[in-house]
């Protein structure tokens, strides 16, 4: 089973995960049902940028993003050209190295 390392996010995961997941779970699926809560706004229904991650390695082995999903991270704050959605990246055989970004952005979380 390939391997998800998530880098140290100051509020989503501290000192970092290591996760052991299922070829073609989604990198969003499988860090919630692993504790680490990446906001989802849109429940993965790939209409928001909320999950938004940056794949440092191993973005090759990902599914391909679909037009929608690019069409959305051109929204996503900080976006690089390993940006993905996460709630549509689809695990293959290779291990992931993932970094959330600091900021995101929310327009369904009322914080006030």
């Given at each position: 089973?390939?391997?998800?390392?998530?880098?140290?996010?100051?509020d989503?995961?501290?000192?970092?995960?290591?996760?052991?997941?299922?070829?073609?779970t989604?990198?969003?699926?499988?860090?919630?049902?692993?504790g680490?809560?990446?906001?989802?706004?849109?429940?993965?229904?790939?209409?928001?940028?909320?999950?938004?991650?940056?794949?440092?390695?191993?973005f090759?082995?990902?599914?391909?993003?679909?037009?929608?999903?690019?069409?959305?991270?051109?929204?996503?704050?900080?976006?690089?050209?390993?940006?993905?959605?996460?709630?549509?990246?689809?695990?293959?055989?290779?291990?992931?190295?993932?970094?959330?970004?600091r900021?995101?952005?929310?327009y369904?979380?009322?914080?006030?």
């Amino acid at each position: 089973m390939p391997k998800i390392t998530f880098l140290p996010h100051q509020d989503i995961c501290p000192n970092g995960a290591e996760i052991q997941v299922k070829t073609g779970t989604s990198i969003c699926r499988a860090a919630l049902d692993n504790g680490i809560e990446l906001e989802h706004a849109c429940e993965l229904s790939c209409a928001c940028t909320t999950c938004h991650v940056i794949v440092r390695e191993g973005f090759d082995s990902l599914t391909t993003a679909t037009e929608q999903e690019e069409d959305l991270l051109d929204k996503a704050w900080g976006l690089e050209a390993e940006s993905r959605l996460a709630c549509q990246a689809l695990i293959g055989n290779e291990d992931l190295l993932i970094e959330i970004p600091r900021y995101t952005l929310n327009y369904a979380k009322e914080t006030h």
